[in-house]
């Protein structure tokens, strides 16, 4: 991840390039709709990194903020979905009992960023940023699905067979453990475009966490058209 901001700001240093020929590939308003891959990393603290998979859809809007330089401020509007499947015990001995977690979370997520286009080749561009996320969690689920085979005296007491779900924004359910519903993070990107089609890579963190205990890290591809 290093790399990418390292990326980011090296491209930043082609502004240098003469502003009027920059200003000519910049147009007033830019529009993209895309999809993407959301690889989402979770920090326990003191206990081992948990990972999300899963995807999404968006819509940003950016506008430019200079008349001599390529430079944009934007925000947007996007969803993303996020599985995990993790196994919480399995008696490997005997195996009698096996319990598996199944969550999931939606969210939606504002960002808001600095760009600055840069003409590389004809119709050829790379357009790194910055910025800030907003985000909400509309649904945080955990499914756990226990499974006993056979009878194993004081040992079943302590399992309930079956399937339950817990809502891991409710106090009710969670008590102090619960997740919050708003954080707050940064990222940095840079997107490749060409004619209309953009290629974006992007990496960033949670300074307002989901729990006081919990960061996040969240790494984007997306693949979105430019209008």
Not at 97 to 111: G, K, M, R, W, Y
Not at 158 to 167: A, H, I, T, Y
Request: charged share 20%.
């Amino acid at each position: 991840m290093k790399k990418l901001i390292m990326a980011v700001i090296g491209v930043l240093a082609l502004g240098v390039m003469p502003a009027m020929a920059q200003s000519e590939d910049a147009p007033a308003r830019i529009n993209k709709v895309s999809a993407f891959y959301d690889l989402t990393t979770l920090y326990p603290k003191g206990a081992d990194n948990v990972y999300f998979n899963g995807f999404g859809v968006g819509y940003n809007i950016d506008f430019r903020v200079s008349r001599t330089m390529p430079l944009y401020v934007g925000t947007g509007l996007n969803a993303r979905f996020l599985f995990n499947e993790k196994e919480i015990l399995d008696d490997e001995v005997y195996d009698l009992v096996d319990v598996e977690a199944h969550n999931t979370f939606i969210n939606l997520n504002v960002p808001l960023n600095v760009s600055y286009r840069v003409p590389v080749a004809d119709n050829f561009y790379l357009t790194p940023e910055v910025g800030l996320d907003f985000r909400l969690q509309l649904y945080a689920h955990s499914q756990i699905d226990t499974d006993i085979d056979g009878v194993i005296g004081n040992v079943a007491g302590e399992f309930q067979e079956g399937s339950r779900g817990v809502n891991l924004l409710s106090k009710d359910q969670m008590g102090d453990e619960h997740l919050r519903r708003f954080q707050m993070g940064w990222h940095a990107g840079l997107n490749f475009e060409y004619r209309h089609v953009n290629l974006g890579l992007t990496y960033g963190t949670d300074f307002v966490k989901l729990h006081k205990n919990l960061g996040a890290g969240h790494f984007l591809v997306s693949l979105g058209y430019t209008f």
